[in-house]
């Protein structure tokens, strides 16, 4: 039988509206067909229709492009022992698009990107989360990154997978031409609870593979895509997922104050502001009379309120700061991948060994075996009988007839704190796991005062250099406020090392937060010491299960990558087992017993 020659049928957009929350497309011949609210296709593309799918023919034998039914991938996400199934799909549901706006209120800056855009959300089915847990957003590239051009696009570039793109150099003609074969994340957002938990590069994985599939625009499909985010310089994790960095944007720095002094001194010679000029001119038109106007309500020149803006932000007042704050814009990280091999091999060459990826943390070489030790603990507690008329009726209801109680919560037990590894101690309410701490501390340190009633004796103790412990932080400074010692990128990492890593948080007063956001920040300050012991209490007691999980991941990583040794105690084991991954466990029992199991062999289902 011969195979059919009918050619495909295509019909042009001849325009494209929002009707409510959905897209109505109008076609030639009349017809309209009403579509998701962020379906990828605009005026002038031609599509056809094969039952249920729709395909976007692209120009000059460049194929098609399938635009419906919408993306969807699948992953799973790995927590406490749980496999979750994490959806990943273009937004088609009204519930899905409100979702979708609840979460852009973690992203604190604009509303994604100009031009077209495609969020992709993370669904999930788990009772105590929300239904969507994150999206990230595709957008259209940007015309102009100075680094972007001189590392990796103004070099010769021919690309065999995609018919007939290619430049010699990036002049403004290619970039004019060329641009919409780089597609730009814009945004990424994970829920709070999930931060940390290896969402975001999951989320980085599905944009990858919807541009691969999906993205094109102005008849072009994307051979390269790239983010630009001032959080990367904190939490680079489109590494995990390939992306290489290429450079640094340059800032508005010097144009800005250019720019600011240009329109102000027209206004002065009674010029006035130039017109025209789009939105950019526009902007700065509005930022000329809010810098007028401070001027002259402060009595200081422009450049100084500039200077103050750049350098010393909070000698501005809060109302001034935030009506200027937008005129700067900073230097940011700039990360790209190849979505064809002959983009992975572009970048390959233009970026040497940097574009090969990130090579996995792994523990450095430490130089002690060990950061202290103790032999023969024994730890014992007193304490006398309250002298009440009530507690002497108790004593002789129960036969309690004595004038003092003695306990032994530890008796020979020796403790090595080994560079890298992580003790968990464990048993029952009351058993003694906080006094264990506390006589720890007392021994490496010699100068803790060990409360009334408790006695702590070793056969030796080497004492530790630096040993640090959970604190209530001060409440009346801001996290970020409390790290002022490093620098801020520092301090922004250490405060994410601890699960800390919503940006608001860092500077309102700590007093504001929660019981287990003050108990995240005074783990970041624990470990802003730089211990070599480190030694926890409770530990995760106040976090929610999925806070828990990040947590334990990051404890362990530090204790990896920064050779601590950690000791962590809590009478929940198994909330903590799975991801904390303990080298050894202490089951403290009854009578000043113990016994020490591998936490690698412990089975939680028995």
């Known amino acids: 039988m011969a195979e059919s020659t009918t050619k495909p049928r295509y019909v042009r957009v001849k325009s494209r509206a929002l009707k409510g929350e959905d897209t109505v497309l109008r076609l030639a011949g009349g017809k309209t067909r009403n579509c998701r609210r962020f379906i990828p296709v605009t005026k002038g593309d031609r599509i056809r229709f094969d039952g249920k799918k729709t395909w976007v023919k692209l120009p000059n ?23 979750i199934r994490v959806t990943f799909k273009e937004i088609i549901t009204q519930a899905e698009l409100d979702a979708y706006h609840m979460l852009t209120r973690f992203h604190y800056r604009g509303n994604g990107g100009a031009c077209r855009r495609v969020p992709l959300i993370a669904k999930v089915n788990v009772w105590n989360l929300p239904k969507v847990v994150g999206f990230v957003e595709l957008s259209s ?14 070099h010769p570039y021919q690309d065999t997978t995609h018919h007939g793109v290619g430049w010699k150099m990036w002049d403004w003609k290619s970039a004019k031409k060329y641009t919409n074969a780089i597609v730009r994340i814009s945004r990424c957002v994970v829920y709070p609870e999930l931060r940390g938990a290896g969402l ?34 904190y939490w680079p994790f489109v590494e995990k997922t390939g992306f290489v960095k290429v450079g640094e944007t340059e800032g508005n720095l010097k144009r800005a104050r250019t720019a600011m002094e240009y329109l102000l001194r027209r206004k002065e010679n009674g010029r006035g502001y130039p017109k025209g000029g789009g939105g950019i001119m526009s902007m700065h038109r509005m930022h000329a009379e809010q810098l007028a106007e401070i001027q002259q309500t402060r009595g200081v020149s422009v450049a100084e309120i500039l200077r103050l803006l750049e350098q010393s932000p909070d000698k501005l007042d809060a109302r001034d700061w935030v009506s200027l704050h937008d005129i700067l814009r900073r230097k940011k990280p700039t990360y790209m991948l190849g979505l064809t091999p002959s983009a992975s091999e572009h970048l390959q060459k233009c970026l040497g060994a940097s574009a090969s990826g990130r090579p996995d943390s792994h523990a450095p070489g430490h130089r002690c075996e ?47 704190f080994e560079p890298g590894k992580i003790v968990l101690v464990s048993g029952s309410s009351g058993v003694g796991k906080s006094a264990f701490l506390r006589a720890v501390r007392h021994l490496l340190t010699g100068n803790t005062k060990l409360p009334d009633g408790m006695r702590v004796e070793s056969d030796n103790a080497v004492k530790a250099k630096r040993v640090a412990q959970l604190q209530k932080p001060p409440r009346n400074k801001a996290p970020i406020d409390l790290l002022s010692r490093y620098d801020l990128d520092d301090s922004m990492r250490i405060l994410a090392q601890a699960g800390l890593a919503e940006a608001h948080l860092f500077v309102r007063p700590s007093f504001t937060l929660s019981v287990g956001q003050s108990y995240r920040l005074a783990l970041a300050l624990a470990l802003a010491k730089k211990p070599d012991v480190l030694l926890i209490d409770e530990f995760c007691e106040p976090l929610d299960e999925y806070t828990s999980a990040v947590i334990c991941r990051k404890i362990r990583k530090a204790a990896t990558k920064d050779g601590i040794s950690v000791v962590v105690a809590t009478a929940d084991a198994r909330k903590v087992l799975q991801e904390l991954q303990p080298d050894r466990v202490l089951l403290l029992l009854s009578s000043g017993r113990h016994e020490w199991r591998d936490g690698k062999k412990i089975d939680l289902a028995r």
């Open 61 to 83: 034998k460049r194929g098609e492009v399938q635009i419906e039914p919408g993306w969807r991938s699948w992953g799973y996400l790995c927590l406490n022992g749980k496999r």
């Open 141 to 154: 590239s940007l015309l102009v990154n100075a680094e972007r051009k001189r590392n990796v696009l103004d």
């Open 200 to 233: 975001s590069p999951m989320l980085a994985d599905a944009a990858v593979n919807y541009a691969r599939e999906r993205w094109h625009i102005g008849g072009l499909r994307p051979c390269f895509i790239e983010i630009i985010a001032e959080m990367l310089r």
């Open 370 to 416: 060990t950061h202290g030790e103790i032999a023969g603990m024994k730890i014992s507690a007193t304490a006398m009988p309250q002298n009440s008329a009530r507690c002497r009726r108790v004593q002789e209801a129960f036969g309690i007839v004595s004038t003092e109680f003695n306990s032994v919560i530890a008796d020979r037990l020796d403790v090595k």
